[in-house]
Every structure is written in C-alpha cells, then in structure tokens.
C-alpha cells in the first residue's frame, strides 16, 4: 500500500503548506495518539525539535493533538533526534516525536515517530495512523476528564549529555584536543559543545547562534567551507560537522581535508574489531557507499552489507541480522550498542576517544583506504507522477554497461526532496563524468515526455 503522508524518514514539506500545516500536525497528534493509547496505564509522548521558525507551530499542534485524545506530552525544546529517541526510551514514552527537516533549508520541516523502543516506525505502523489521518477525527476525541497534560522538561539536554559521556571509558579525557565543532545553527547548539567542553576538549563553536531562519545555511555537514577555514586558521585537531538534527556527522581532518561517512564506519569497525566487540563480523550501509571501503573492508575479512538508501533500512537490517555498526556515507553512524538511531554528537565522542588513545593524527587514522572515483548528482523534477521505475531500471542498465565491469550507478528519487540523486562510481572519471553527464541528459528528456 503506497502511503499518503509518510515517506523515507516521517513526514516531510513546506512549513504551512500539505502537508507539513498545523492542521495536519493536529491530525497526526490525533491519529498516532489514538494508536499508542491501548492498555489502562497513563499514556506519555515526548516531543523534541529543532531550530525551524516552524518548530513551535508545529509543535503546539501536535500537542493539541495528542492532548486530545489523552496522552500525556512532555516536551523538550531544541534536542538533537537521536536524543528524542533515548528519551523516548528512559521516561518509558509509548511514542516519541522528532520536529525536523534535517539538513534542509529553514523553510521545510518534518515529523518523525519513534515507538516506545526507540526505533523509527514501520511501515505498518505508518499505515495505520495514516488510516486514523482521514478518519473523521473527532471519533478519537476524548472526554474532557481524560484530556493529556503538557509541561516542559527541563534537564533532557544534561539527561543526554550524560547518556552520551556515559558510552566511554571511565575518565577517558580529552584534554589536549582542540576540537572545531559547527552545530549547523540547529538542534545541538547547546548540548555538542557543552559535551566535549565537559570532556576536558578546547572547544571552538560555530553555528550555535540560531535564529529561526539560519539553520543549514553556510554551515552545518552540507556547507563545509566555513568549519574548513577554522580548522585550519585555529591549528585544531579536528573539525566536526553536524546537521540541522544532529543526526549525521561529517569530520575534516588537521590539513583541511573531508572525511565522510565511509571513512568513519571504517574507523569505528576496525577499533571495534580489534576490542572484539564488533557483531557478526560485518557492517550495513547503503548502495551509496563507496566501492573502495568494501574492498578494504573485504581485506580485513570485515563484510559490507548493503541495503536501500535511508538509514531506517540500515537500522532495520541491522536489528534483524545482528549487526552494531551501520550507517550512510552522508555521515549516519548508527552504533547499536548505544543507540537506536544516527547520533551525531555519538559518533563524535567515539571517534574523539580512538583519535585520544591512538595518539595519531585524523589525517592518518582515517585514511585507511583510497575512495574509488565517484560522482553525484542531482535532477530536480516537478511532478512525481512522470518518474517511471522501468525507464529508471533500464537508464542504469544501460549506463552501467558504458562503464564496464567495475562500474556502477545507483538512480533513485530522494524521499525527502523532489530530486532524482544521481551516483555513479568506476575507476575511469572521465568517462564517469561523460555517462552521469548523460544520465542527467536522459533524465530531463524522459521524464518531460
């Protein structure tokens, strides 16, 4: 069943325009409420959200909406999703809420549902509150005895700060490091640099002066140049980059240089690996990640496990295989051992405890393998309905033949923007630039026809 509201990660548009309005907030408090209300104990939801103009429209809807139909609504304020998901576990919530559009511009925003577990919702249960949406909603109404409270909860960020210290070493310090951290202007302006200056880190912050319209823009892990600049003009250790919620993270190096996602996972395994706590020898990531972590992983004898793109199929495929190290080579870093979703400032404090103990510089502890030329692009479309997966299906085909035997291209549809991402990857970059050239080219005719 094709869902009406809910794509990769929540649901996702414009602030005030379908379905991303008050409205439809109202109706999703409304309708997932009355999903995660059975049983006769005092229902609990958590909300969290991020910097965006939008958040406190959103967020007031919401809570009318789950007060409604007699849930009880703690709120957080500002807090990075993966924070909202632990929480949503430690106060024993029947469901949390996540009020973001992640790296996207201030404009846009989202909602993302965690169940009890801390784990995004299935499909199934997506369906089913979509069901509740259209349903005349006020037949989920309580009476007005049972109507849900709301107050604020004012020590979340030191409860996550805490979780977050609490996956290292006992007096692990970073004393020595200086650490560059660029919170995007979005849901860890506070809680990221407060952590790693706990830690003992010299902090230099950028991007913790939200303003409402600010978030992701020229800054945060999808504009770099900044954080680079600083790395290099404070002679820092390290720079880290986050995204609007905090979920992903991006690294640059002493000389300036981006580490991505691959690199990271790569790193965290071979640590884990070593210490004998990485989990059916392997990691998940997506079709995505580069060819050259796979080759060096292979030589190893740690196996690379693919799935769909989304870090909610890379979490599902670890849940159900066994797997602690997952993630996306934009800078999703699931470690399951700890969390139930990407953690940014996670991964941030792990990799800060191997970069200690190594005594090495980023340059060299991430920089185990040569990427394999890659190229991504993107098509913006119109209109949905004109994307056919057959012409899709044959378009990769034939361009993955140009390239040859180590070649290879991924199309897809973004779940989260009207863009067709573009990826292709072969040792030859000229004629990987020509064949993603005439992907685009392709794309723009088929899809006008």
């Known amino acids: 069943m094709n869902k009406k509201y809910f794509g990769t990660d929540g649901i996702r548009g414009k602030a005030n325009i379908f379905p991303m309005t008050p409205e439809i907030a109202l109706k999703v408090g409304m309708a997932a409420g009355s999903v995660y209300t059975s ?21 007031s809807a919401l809570v009318a909406g789950f007060t409604s139909v007699g849930m009880d609504v703690f709120l957080l304020g500002p807090m990075p999703t993966p924070a909202v998901a632990m929480l949503t576990r430690s106060m024993r919530a029947d469901l ?75 007096n692990l310090s970073f004393d020595g490091l200086k650490v560059v951290i660029d919170c995007a202007n979005g849901a860890a302006y506070k809680v990221a640099p407060l952590t790693l200056w706990e830690l003992g880190a010299e902090v230099i912050s950028i ?10 823009k020229n800054c945060g892990s999808t504009a770099l140049d900044n954080l680079i600049s600083r790395v290099l003009s404070e002679k820092a250790d390290i720079g880290i980059a986050l995204d609007g919620d905090a979920d992903r993270i991006i690294v640059i190096d002493e000389k300036g240089n981006i580490v991505d996602g691959d690199k990271l996972m790569c790193l965290i395994a071979l640590e884990w690996n070593r210490q004998g706590k990485l989990k059916n020898n392997g990691i998940v990531s997506t079709l995505m990640s580069n060819l050259g972590l796979e080759k060096y992983l292979k030589k190893q004898e740690i196996d690379l496990h693919r799935t769909k793109v989304g870090d909610r199929y890379v979490v599902e495929y670890m ?14 870093i699931v470690m399951m051992d700890y969390s139930s979703t990407g953690d940014g400032l996670l991964a941030t404090v792990q990799i800060l405890s191997i970069l200690v103990e190594s005594n090495e510089l980023v340059s060299v502890l991430c920089n185990k393998f040569d990427n394999i030329p890659q190229i991504i692009k993107n098509f913006r479309y119109i209109d949905s309905k004109n994307i056919d997966p057959k012409f899709i299906e044959s378009l990769t085909k034939t361009s993955e033949r140009k390239l040859g035997k180590f070649g290879r291209v991924v199309i897809r549809p973004s779940g989260t923007e009207s863009l067709i991402r573009v990826m292709g990857e072969a040792e030859d970059y000229n004629l990987l630039e020509a064949v993603v050239d005439d992907i685009l080219i392709e794309l723009e005719t088929g899809l006008l026809r």
């Open 96 to 170: 949390g809420v996540m009020i973001s559009a992640s790296h996207n511009k201030f404009d846009d925003n989202g909602i993302k549902l965690f169940g009890p577990d801390g784990f995004k919702l299935s499909d199934e249960k997506e369906i089913e509150i979509e069901n509740n949406i259209d349903v005349d909603v006020r037949s989920l109404a309580v009476e007005a005895s049972s109507i849900g409270r709301a107050k604020r909860i004012d020590d979340a960020q030191a409860r996550y700060i805490e979780f977050i210290k609490g996956t290292l070493k006992r």
């Open 319 to 332: 849940r159900e295989n066994n797997f602690n190290i997952g993630g996306e080579q934009s800078g999703h």
């Open 39 to 59: 049983g006769d104990h005092r229902h609990r939801v958590v909300i969290g959200k991020d910097t965006r103009l939008s958040g406190y429209m959103i967020e």
């Open 207 to 216: 991007g913790v002066s939200p303003d409402g319209f600010n978030i992701n």
